[in-house]
């Protein structure tokens, strides 16, 4: 059967280090992760990339440089996939988003060359014994997904679109914050960070053509097994939700950056929501007018390709 990259699209903070784990959890499915780290890895000088923290090492236990599936990754610098996008750049890609790719490459947007990217990820699988015919890539950023529309690879893309409700978008980048109301500022610019990505997000999912599933953070922590079945029916995979935890923590991984998680045991998959017990009511109130008018961009469909 033909393989197929799985580009999860949307915001930071959305669950997709859980979903890259759910779907990497099947035998037919290899987790990538945020591969456009590797791009990173592979622009920067190694010494200096020695010293940056957090997206440096795989879930395996190594470096990305040491990990056996990772390491041998060829890269040439023609055949390089976009990882940073000036203020340009991203003007293109939102007036490609919303008229077209064809728009962009007008004013003057390159798409990256991402055959050879692919292709190669898809042979080192193969090389490391993997038989998975899909790979992940939990990227989210629409620019990159734009660049995959503008130049597509020799694979099959199936788009997930992942969204999470801004409010708990919100606490999951201001929990940490001590005390929360002297960031008001920053949570307008958070929320305003949400709504650019997913007002791009969404643009690019209704212009795609491919399989594709919208789908929350909410459908997949609390309706999980209806979730998983539709995922599932668009990847001609069966995702079963019982031992579904088990499966995730006894699975091997080589994900790519991904939060904390992506080493963590899962604890049974439920969906709570923290953020009315960590904000005080006035935060509480504030946080609802402002993300009113967009919430309603929370929730699921699903477009099988004919």
Known sequence: MQN?????????HSGSTLLDRILGSHSEVFSGGELVYL????????DQFKRLPGFTKCNCGER???CPVWSPLSY?????????????????????????????????????ENRSFYNGIFSLMKENSYSSRLLTDSSKDPRRFFDLIVAPPDQE???IYLTRDPREYLYTHLKKSRP?????????????????IHFVSRRLWARFGGSKARISYKDLTDDTANTLNELGS??????????????????????????????SDVRPITFEVR?????????RAMFNSLSFPFRWMDGRSLYRAK
Do not use: C
Request: no cysteine.
């Open 64 to 66: 990305l440089w040491d």
């Open 157 to 159: 893309v199936v788009l």
């Open 4 to 12: 197929k990259i799985i580009y999860i699209i949307g915001a930071g």
């Open 39 to 46: 791009d990173k890895w592979k622009t920067f000088d190694l």
């Open 180 to 196: 929360i109301y002297k960031k008001r500022k920053t949570a307008f610019l958070i929320l305003l960070e949400w709504v650019s």
């Open 275 to 283: 953020w009315k017990k960590a904000f005080s009511p006035l935060q």
């Open 76 to 112: 040439k610098e023609e055949n390089r996939i976009k990882s940073r996008f000036n203020a340009v750049e991203n003007a293109r890609i939102g007036i490609g988003a919303i008229l077209g790719p064809y728009f962009a490459q007008f004013l003057g947007y390159r798409a990256s």
């Open 234 to 263: 668009i990847l001609n995979i069966s995702i079963q939700r019982e031992g579904l935890e088990k499966r995730i923590n006894e699975s091997k991984y080589h994900i790519v950056n991904g939060n904390h998680m992506k080493r």
